[in-house]
């Protein structure tokens, strides 16, 4: 195995990490969001 190809390979698992970390925060944004949300919702429900 060459070096470009190694340094290739190591880019690419960079990349990956770095899009699975934005995804996982994206997610405990909107999971968050949609807790907020849903206890706006049975709050403006009951009153």
């Known amino acids: 195995m060459d070096m ?6 190591l880019i690419l698992m960079g990349v990956g990490m770095l899009v699975l970390f934005v995804f996982m925060g994206v997610m ?3 999971l ?3 807790e907020k ?3 706006v919702f049975s ?4 009153s």
């Open 4 to 9: 470009v190809a190694f340094e290739q390979s």
């Open 32 to 34: 968050q969001g949609f």
């Open 43 to 46: 709050r403006g429900k009951k």
């Open 37 to 39: 949300i849903v206890t």
């Open 28 to 30: 405990i944004v909107v």
